[in-house]
């Protein structure tokens, strides 16, 4: 059930460990950013959004920090777990109501 | 809430064949997207929807795809012939409609075109 392809950098990282996923943006005009996980055969699942006017948003062990500056994003998983095996995209969108932009994606892979 | 539901979930069909896929967005969304997911492009945006009118299709590869959107709670994607290319999965989202509001995935269909 792939669904995304071999050549994504990938993260591994030990069980407990914290992650540090990182994207770059494209446009500096881009207001608001979402960060999705997509398992094996599934579509991807919302994970947590910022806007534009933050630079850090925290949810449930997940940690999202925006640096406008450089046009970075980055995803931080606290005490990762093998659930959180998956393929990570960032998402940026500008203009108000339009479609999200996609990044490339980043595969984490957990070592129990 | 079911979430956003596609069918089918796998579809193998020979070259030339017309390919349907479906799409039952959350209900009280007002926008649906069809995006395109392969290992070479990632996740492509094909074509949107705002309150059931095609916004954008910039994004549909040729002629042969064509997308409809006849009510609130249903899309088709018709390949029509289809090719060995069109080979991926195909994934169906919804939204609210606001401004910056998260897109909502179904699980996608698996095209595979012989």
């Known amino acids: 059930g792939e669904s995304v392809g071999l050549h994504l950098p990938t993260l591994s990282v030990q069980e407990g460990d914290n992650s540090i996923i990182n994207c770059a943006y494209s446009n500096s005009a881009s207001d608001y950013f979402i960060w999705y996980k997509q398992e094996s055969g599934k579509g991807p699942q919302f994970i947590i959004d910022i806007r534009s006017n933050m630079d850090k948003r925290q949810g449930q062990r997940v940690t999202v920090l925006l640096n406008k500056t450089v046009k970075h994003l980055s995803l931080q998983i606290a005490a990762t777990q093998p659930g959180d095996s998956a393929v990570y995209f960032c998402?940026?969108?500008?203009?108000?109501?339009?479609?999200?932009?996609f990044g490339k994606g980043t595969r984490l892979s957990v070592i129990a | 809430d079911a979430g956003v539901i596609q069918s089918p979930r796998h579809e193998v069909t020979e070259m030339g064949q017309e390919v349907t896929l479906r799409c039952k967005p959350i209900s009280g969304h007002n926008s649906l997207f069809w995006y395109r997911q392969t290992m070479m492009r990632g996740l492509e945006l094909l074509i949107y929807f705002n309150n059931n009118v095609p916004i954008d299709d910039s994004g549909m590869p040729e002629d042969r795809f064509s997308a409809k959107m006849p009510n609130a709670s249903f899309s088709t994607l018709k390949i029509q012939p289809s090719e060995p290319r069109d080979s991926a999965v195909y994934f169906c989202?919804?939204?609210?409609?606001?401004?910056?509001?998260?897109?909502?995935f179904g699980n996608g269909t698996r095209l595979t075109v012989t």
């Open positions: 998402a940026e969108n500008f203009s108000g109501n339009t479609p999200l932009v």
């Open positions: 989202a919804s939204s609210p409609g606001q401004v910056n509001s998260p897109l909502h």
